[in-house]
Every structure is written in C-alpha cells, then in structure tokens.
C-alpha cells in the first residue's frame, strides 16, 4: 500500500511570491502522479498528471517535477494569486501491476494567496 | 467536459436512518469511486466499482454497501447511518482499467448525521 505524504501542510503567501508544494510516496513502481485543486466545500479537479516515463509537466503558471527513484513530487507555482488560494493534493495509484484504477492521495496542502 | 453529479450537496439524516447517496456520470466511464473527506484524515476510498455489478471494497468499507446497476450509476449506502458517517462524501469516476488515466470528481455531497 502506497503512503503519500504533502509538506507543508498549510501555507500562506503574500501574492507575486513563487512557491514549491512537496508529496511524498513510498512506494516508487508507480506509473503516474497526479496533482488535485480543492476549492473549498467542492470537489477535486485534476491538475496535472505526470507519466512515470516523464520528469515534469507544465501547465501555465504550474510546474510538476518527479522524481521515481526519491520517491518525490514537487508542485511548482509561479507569481502566485489569490485565485490560487485551495488545498492542493498528490496522488498515485498502486504499483505497476495493478489495472484497477484507484488513487492513493496526500492529505494535501491548504495554500492561502494574501493580496 | 466530463460531468459526475451527486444527487445532494446537502443532507441532514439521523442515526438509524438508511441513506442513499447517487452518483451519476455522463462520459461512458468503466471505474466508479467513492471517497469520504475528514479533517486531518483526508480522501479516504470506500468502495469502487470497475463495471457493473461489480464492485470492490476500498480502505474503510464498514457501515457502507454499495450498487452498481447501470454503467453510469453508483450509490454509496449506509445501512443504519450513524453519526460518525457525518462527514463530506465524493464521488470520482475514470475512463478505463488502465492506472495512466485522472479521476473526475462530482461536486460532494456532505452529510451530517444527527
């Protein structure tokens, strides 16, 4: 069983600063690693997900690096907004393997972006 | 887009009271999920089901039952909901059998059992 593990686990930033969120799992067969957006009181929506084959991913003003073999992934937001303000989460699946599609998640971090 | 729909956001229920949560999904997707979200605890799976009529028990399935009749339907059950069920539940679903593919989540339904 994968323990994925995020650090910090919450926080706060005044606008304009660059950021790195951390996660952490145990298990380093894995095929890919995702990273979630929680608004409050919503549900999750994907970010970005990396292939196993991959080392980053970048989506606008969002990086994500892996690293398999350390068994890390950082999340990496430029010239943060307050519209970034969410619990961020990173999940991976069970090692290789496994078909079945579930997720092993981090408890996430709760970033809060100050104007 | 993808669309996963809960049938409530809101549902106050008391102790005893048999719950159904629906979960439905528009994109033909094979994998079905159902998570409950705790402070502290975060996303925790309790059941999932990869095609219909079957089903498989996810970290904490007790208290729970789950049904899959239709490729786009999945209810979670709480058979007699007591008050530690309260709590945010989430519903995710994915494409196929293959691990390379995101979950899409629905929006939550959260419960509080009185």
């Known amino acids: 069983k994968q323990e994925v593990t995020q650090i910090p686990a919450a926080l706060s930033v005044p606008e304009g600063e660059n950021l790195v969120l951390n996660c952490s799992f145990t298990?380093?067969?894995?095929?890919?690693l995702q990273w979630f957006r929680q608004d409050p009181g919503k549900g999750l929506t994907s970010l970005l997900l990396?292939?196993?084959?991959?080392r980053e991913q970048t989506s606008g003003r969002l990086n994500a690096s892996l690293d398999k073999s350390s068994g890390r992934s950082t999340l990496y937001i430029a010239a943060s907004q307050p519209g970034d303000s969410a619990t961020y989460l990173c999940?991976?699946?069970?090692?290789?393997?496994?078909?079945?599609?579930?997720?092993?998640f981090g408890r996430g971090t709760q970033l809060t972006v100050w104007p | 887009d993808v669309k996963v729909t809960q049938s409530s956001r809101y549902l106050v229920k008391r102790t005893g009271e048999k719950v159904f949560l629906e979960c439905v999904q528009d994109?033909?997707?094979?994998?079905m999920f159902w998570y409950r979200q705790d402070p502290g605890l975060g996303l925790r799976l309790i059941y999932f089901?990869?095609?219909?009529?079957?089903?498989e028990k996810g970290d904490i399935p007790e208290g729970y039952s789950v049904s899959r009749e239709k490729k786009e339907r999945f209810s979670l059950i709480l058979e007699s909901a007591s008050t530690n069920q309260t709590s945010m539940y989430l519903c995710?679903?994915?494409?196929?059998?293959?691990?390379?593919?995101?979950?899409?989540f629905g929006p939550g339904t959260r419960l509080l059992v009185l």
């Open positions: 995710a679903s994915s494409p196929g059998l293959l691990v390379r593919e995101t979950q899409y």
């Open positions: 298990d380093s067969a894995i095929y890919n």
């Open positions: 990396i292939q196993s084959s991959q």
């Open positions: 999940a991976v699946p069970p090692r290789r393997g496994s078909t079945l599609g579930r997720l092993y």
């Open positions: 994109m033909d997707h094979e994998n």
């Open positions: 089901s990869y095609d219909v009529k079957m089903k």
